[in-house]
Structure formats: C-alpha cells, structure tokens
C-alpha cells in the first residue's frame, strides 16, 4: 500500500490553493517537528524564517546530521524533509518561530513550529523526544493536569494566532497530539473560532474532569484522533473529539510509527475499528490505572525516572548504548524506588496473567 513517498508523488505537484490542506500534509508537518536543529539554523528561522526548501539546504549542509533518538525513525524522517523540499505543494512554505525547550527543574519538555502554509498557521506540536525528562512528562499526564508542556502549548498557541490573520490548524503526534488539543480546549473563544482542525496522531487523552470541563461543540467537532488498529499510547485516556482507526503495515508498538501507516489518495486507509488486542489494552490499562490511586501513581512515576536517570543517563540513546549500567542500575535500585516499582510489576502480572486465567477458569466451568 502506498506511504509518504507515494503520496508525495501523487499530490506534491498540487498546490495548497487548489487541493486544502489534509490529513497527510497535517502528519507531514508533524514529522518534521521532530528533527532537531542546530542552533544557527534556528537563529535563522526565528529571525526571518525560511521556506521548507531553504530548511532542508541548510540542514543537509551540516557535517554531521543530528540523530533523533533510539526509538524514532531518524532516516524516515531525513528523508522526508527531502523529498517534501522538492515539491510544488510543500517546498515554499515558511517556517517561523521554532521553539525547542528542555527544563529539568519543572520537568518539561516542548517544541513546536509554525508553518506559514500562504497566510494560513499550521501549529505543530513535537511529541516525546529522545530526552529522559521529556518521558518523565509524558508519565505525568496520569498524574497531574497541566504538565508544564500543556501550558506552553496554549501560551504558543496564543502567540501564533496573534502574529497570523488566517485559519489555523493544529496537530501533534504521540504526545504532541495530546498538546494540540489541550491548546485548542483551552484556548480563547475567538481563537477557537478560527480552528479549522485539530489533529491528534495516536496521541494520549486527558483524565475524564479536564475533557468535561473544557470540550464543547465548537471545537470538539474539529478535533479527530487518528490511531492505528492495534493502537496503545492513544487509547490511554479520554479524548474531546471523534477518532477513526486506521491500518497499518506494522504490528503492536511499531504500529506508533506514522510511517507504517497506509494512504490512499489523500487519506489514511480506514480500518473497521480497533482489533481484539488493541481492546484487550484498553481494558488491561484502565483496571490497572484505576485501582491504582494518584498518590501511588506519582511514587511509580518517580521510580521510573530514578531508574532511568541512573548512570547519568540523559536520553533514552545513552541507555540503549549501555545496557549493561542499565541492568546493573535495576540490581542497585534503592528501598525507596524498589518498593512502588515491585508494587506496579506485582500489579501488572495480577491484571495480566492471574485475573486473566480466573475468568477463563470460571468460563471452561459454565461450558
């Protein structure tokens, strides 16, 4: 089935003007959030902003391109930023006001880009990077409603529409699906108004009193989350808008991939909706997420990060490229962090395996 490539070859030659922009440009652009650029091509962006064909010159011309992380696809992406900079329909909008933050004291992690699509602002939002505080904040969203990265995307969010007098569409993936829609939830009246669309690609959702308080019908109606069939990170959660399942090339986690996902025209191919392993997920996280109270919530979230930090470890690459510290740091973990880690694996294997081979017991007994 077809992927970027195909759809490149297929749309790049139409411009914005005569075919709006989509789904699959929205994902495009969210793809390119995720590539980290140098500090003197970012001085350039934010001081007189570039088009995505000047973008790709300037960072092909590096030495050394950057990787992106462990788990992302670094050369899909890379190749993606080539292939959209010799197009038509891509290779002429502006890109402005790139914004790539990593704090450690409040735990946040944000980056985003504003693509200037002809007058039009394309906000998108990067989702977790390779970075062990921007994991750490990605675990809090079960814990805490904002986590600084949230608010940032509405102080952006606001920013942009300001500096612009188009339309606006909004769109992340992973984590940064979950901050384009926190943003158009929270945003004014009169910016929401100006929403055309919201993208959520497999994006995490929010703790149910935050989607009853701020969805409405006026911009609920304009959010979509797209996950694939077997989808894990976007069903964690609840979402304000309609979602659709798609297909993909992949199985389980990989599936997380958008470059697995498939497209036919102008649109990811639909699936009739989530498979059984998918639904067993959903089910398997929402008994373990609510017996567990917020307090042991933020104990196993800090444990995590302890464990993960371990070594001086500040990406999720150090850790893939020193395994061995890593296991021995899971020998040495201390009482402190033992005790929730232990209480959530005692937890997993009791909604994975005990509670599971009860209801197939009491099942055979009907039978």
Known sequence: MANFTEYLRWRGDIPF??????????????????????????????????????????????????????????DKIYNLLMLVSNTERFKNIMIKNYVNEVDLSSQKQFSAMWFDVFGDAYIGYCGTDDTIVGWKESLNLSTMTPIPSQEESGRYLSKIANCSKGNIYLGGHSKGGNLAEYAALTAEKEIQQRIISVHSFDGPGFQKDFVEKYSNDEISKKIVKILPQSAIVGLIFDSAGSMRHIISNAKGFYQHDAFTWEIESGSFVLANGPDKKSIKFYEFMKNLYYDIDESERAEFIEAIYHLLSSNQSKTLTDIVNDKFSFFVAILKTEGKYKKPLFKMFKKFLHERYFKRKRQNNKKEQKI
Not at 32 to 61: H, M, R, W
Request: charged content about 20%.
């Open 17 to 74: 003007s005569y075919v709006p922009l989509n789904e699959i440009d929205s994902m495009i652009f969210c793809e390119l959030c995720y590539i980290p650029y140098a500090d003197d091509i970012v001085e350039k962006i934010n001081t007189q902003g570039v088009t995505i064909c000047e973008l790709s010159e300037l960072v092909f011309n590096q030495k050394n391109l950057k990787s992106i992380g462990a788990i992302l696809p670094t």
